[in-house]
Every structure is written in structure tokens, then in C-alpha cells.
T-cell receptor, first 115, second 112 residues
Framework: GAGVSQSPSNKVTEKGKDVELRCDPISGHTALYWYRQSLGQGLEFLIYFQGNSAPDKSGLPSDRFSAERTGGSVSTLTIQRTQQEDSAVYLC?????????????FGEGSWLTVV | GQNIDQPTEMTATEGAIVQINCTYQTSGFNGLFWYQQHAGEAPTFLSYNVLDGLEEKGRFSSFLSRSKGYSYLLLKELQMKDSASYLCAVRSEGAGSYQLTFGKGTKLSVIP
């Protein structure tokens, strides 16, 4: 596609429910990142996928968070048993690879509110 | 780990010049990015530096000194639409992974 596409744009869920957030990266981009941004805060790294390599999961805040990337393209971030502190915007970004200067492009984000 | 510092807020006058500083401490440095983020929107790419020196792109310029762990973003001829948060991000390489770590951002307010 022309840009990084994320869905849903907005999600309100009850505490304790599971949510799935989807990211469709720019066509041909092999690197994919998930970040979380709480209101008024900086971007917090969650997970990074690069091609067929094992993902870098070092930023996932707890075992309630998981992500997968099927076929090297679309990625799904899953949050189980959501808590109110999970409320944030979840941003997905992609780039064309590891080479120097590969610009990282962001999607519009999925705004999650846990009530 | 990585540590990135930038001022929380800045105010500047329309038409003026403003410099936003960023200092970082990281291992495996692999480039520094500046992003602009308007409230409620996704970050958009502004500039990239991997070698020391100044990169100029229209009204925006970015400088890097790797030995000092220092960068700045220079905005000239400020316009009201430049009011936004400016994010400094450092890419680092470790164990085959390229991680991009963001600072907390500098909120710039441009006043008439």
C-alpha cells in the first residue's frame, strides 16, 4: 500500500478483555516496529521484526503482550486481559531494511482506551 | 541501554530561528533521526544523520557530533504550523537487531 495502515483506528474495551491490533506495512518493507505512546509521553519501543529473523521482543512490558508477523508482511499485536494502564496509542512503523538511512515510516496509530 | 535527552518545551516567535538540542548515550550507534509529531497524529520523518556534520533540507537542518553524543535540529523562518513536538531518535545495533529509541520529545510552541 501507499503507507503503513493500522486498524482499528480507535478501540474502547472493557478491562480484562483481549484486543488485537493490526498493522499492514508499506509493500516491500522487511522491517516492522511496534511502539506505544501514552498521553503526553514519548514513544516506548515494544517489538521489532526484520525479515525472517527472530523478533526483538525486549520492549514488551509483560507476558500479556505478544505480536506476530505472518508471511513477513501483516503484523498483529495482541494484548490479553487488558488493564487501564494499557490505554495508549499503539504505533506501527516499517522500513525497507537494516541499511543505513532507511527511513522509518509510521502509521496513524491505534488509539486504545481500556475502561 | 540507550539514554536520550531533549528539552521538554520551547517557545519561539514566528519568523525566528530555533535550535532543539538532543544528547544521547548509546552503544552500537547506527544513526540519528528527527521526527515531527503534531498533536493526535503520527510522527513524520524530518531528517537523518549518521556522519558528523550538518544536513540541510529547506527550512530544517540537522547536525550531528558522534564524539559528543550530540545533535540539534535547526528550524528557520518559523511558521505557526511548526508548532509540534520534535522527537530525537537514535538507532542502535545489537545482537543483530536494529532498535530505534526515542527521546520524550520537545514541544515547540510558535507564537505570533
Amino acid at each position: 500500500g501507499a503507507g503503513v495502515s493500522q486498524s482499528p483506528s480507535n478501540k474502547v474495551t472493557e478491562k480484562g478483555k483481549d484486543v488485537e491490533l493490526r498493522c499492514d506495512p508499506i509493500s516491500g518493507h522487511t522491517a516492522l516496529y511496534w511502539y506505544r505512546q501514552s498521553l503526553g509521553q514519548g514513544l516506548e519501543f515494544l517489538i521489532y521484526f526484520q525479515g525472517n529473523s527472530a523478533p526483538d521482543k525486549s520492549g514488551l512490558p509483560s507476558d500479556r503482550f505478544s505480536a506476530e508477523r505472518t508471511g513477513g508482511s501483516v503484523s498483529t499485536l495482541t494484548i490479553q486481559r487488558t488493564q487501564q494502564e494499557d490505554s495508549a496509542v499503539y504505533l506501527c512503523a516499517s522500513s525497507s531494511g537494516q541499511g543505513l538511512g532507511n527511513t522509518i515510516y509510521f502509521g496513524e496509530g491505534s488509539w486504545l482506551t481500556v475502561v | 541501554g540507550q539514554n536520550i535527552d531533549q528539552p521538554t518545551e520551547m517557545t519561539a516567535t514566528e519568523g525566528a530561528i530555533v535550535q532543539i538540542n538532543c544528547t544521547y548515550q548509546t552503544s552500537g550507534f547506527n544513526g540519528l533521526f528527527w521526527y515531527q509529531q503534531h498533536a493526535g497524529e503520527a510522527p513524520t520523518f524530518l531528517s537523518y544523520n549518521v556522519l558528523d556534520g550538518l544536513e540541510e533540507k529547506g527550512r530544517f537542518s540537522s547536525f550531528l557530533s558522534r564524539s559528543k553524543g550530540y545533535s540539534y535540529l535547526l528550524l528557520k523562518e518559523l511558521q505557526m504550523k511548526d508548532s509540534a513536538s520534535y522527537l530525537c531518535a537514535v538507532r542502535s545495533e545489537g545482537a543483530g537487531s536494529y532498535q530505534l529509541t526515542f527521546g520524550k520529545g520537545t514541544k515547540l510552541s510558535v507564537i505570533p
